[in-house]
């Protein structure tokens, strides 16, 4: 088992979120919540938009309890993501929506066609 206290940085992986916080496991023994009030400094409407089920990230520890091999956490003043990973953004839809693919598709398409007819014909030359 490893040794955990307060003010270290660890390593670990997000197991679940729930709307108050997101729970951390650190191997077989221990586990930890980072509160939602942990999480960083603004305000946190959505969990999800820091982090998700399956993230390995670090950690703060906040305090440790022994007994139950669960610590308190929090990643608001750190840097959090392991390998700099971005974060997944929303897609926004464009004002022009599957316009612009109803337009250009049948170009594309016939473009692509008569390129495989002109190698197709200059194989069999």
């Known amino acids: 088992m490893a040794k955990y206290e307060k003010g270290k940085i660890v390593k ?12 951390v496991s650190f191997g077989e ?13 603004g305000f946190v409407r959505d969990i999800s938009d820091f982090v998700e089920v399956g993230d390995r990230i670090y950690t703060e520890i906040l305090e440790v309890d022994e007994e139950s091999a669960h610590l308190k956490l929090s990643i608001k003043n750190i840097q959090y993501r392991m390998n700099g990973k971005p974060r997944k953004k929303k897609i926004v839809e464009t004002p022009n929506g599957f316009s612009t693919l109803e337009r250009k598709l049948p170009i594309w398409t ?9 190698a197709e014909n200059s194989i069999d030359k």
């Open 29 to 41: 023994f221990y586990s930890g919540l980072i509160h939602i009030s942990e999480i960083s400094r």
């Open 110 to 118: 016939a473009k692509k066609i008569k390129s495989i007819k002109n």
């Open 12 to 23: 670990g992986t997000v197991t679940c979120i729930e709307p108050y916080g997101a729970f």
